[in-house]
Each structure stands twice: as structure tokens, then as C-alpha cells.
């Protein structure tokens, strides 16, 4: 009798593969317009803050993908 195999393909997390969140557009816009200029001050700001978490979720996914990838 010969012993059966079965490999485990491991999977990624799915918390890693979750989009990090639609990217600034001027207010009113379609969410598939370009996105156009900040009119205001306080859009530079809001249009900063999005690119700023943003960029946090994709280096957490960075870490986690690295981390994920040691076990």
C-alpha cells in the first residue's frame, strides 16, 4: 500500500488582498472621472489626507505580506 501525498497550497490572507480605498476626486465627480484640480485649500488638505492613508494601508499590506510570507 503506498502512502497518498497531499500538498497545501498556502494562501494569502484575504485582510492583504482587500483594496486600500478609492483614490481622491473633486467633490461631485464620478468616482471613474479624472480628478482633477483641489479648488480649495481644504481640498489640498482632504486630497493629502486620502493619499496619506492610502499610503499607510499599502505599506501595512507590505508588512504583512512579508510577514505572512515567514511562516
Known amino acids: 500500500m503506498l502512502p497518498e501525498?497531499?500538498?497545501e497550497k498556502?494562501?494569502?490572507?484575504?485582510v492583504?488582498?482587500?483594496p486600500c480605498g478609492d483614490p481622491w476626486h473633486?467633490?461631485?465627480k464620478p468616482a471613474n472621472a479624472p480628478?482633477?484640480?483641489a479648488e480649495t485649500v481644504a481640498?489640498?488638505?482632504t486630497?493629502?489626507?486620502?493619499?496619506?492613508?492610502?499610503?499607510n494601508c499599502a505599506n501595512a499590506k507590505q508588512r504583512g505580506v512579508g510577514e505572512w510570507d515567514k511562516q
Open 5 to 7: 501525498i497531499h500538498f
Open 10 to 14: 498556502s494562501r494569502v490572507p484575504p
Open 35 to 37: 480628478a482633477g484640480g
Open 16 to 18: 492583504l488582498l482587500k
Open 47 to 55: 486630497r493629502g489626507d486620502v493619499n496619506e492613508q492610502r499610503l
Open 43 to 45: 481640498d489640498l488638505y
Open 26 to 28: 473633486k467633490p461631485g
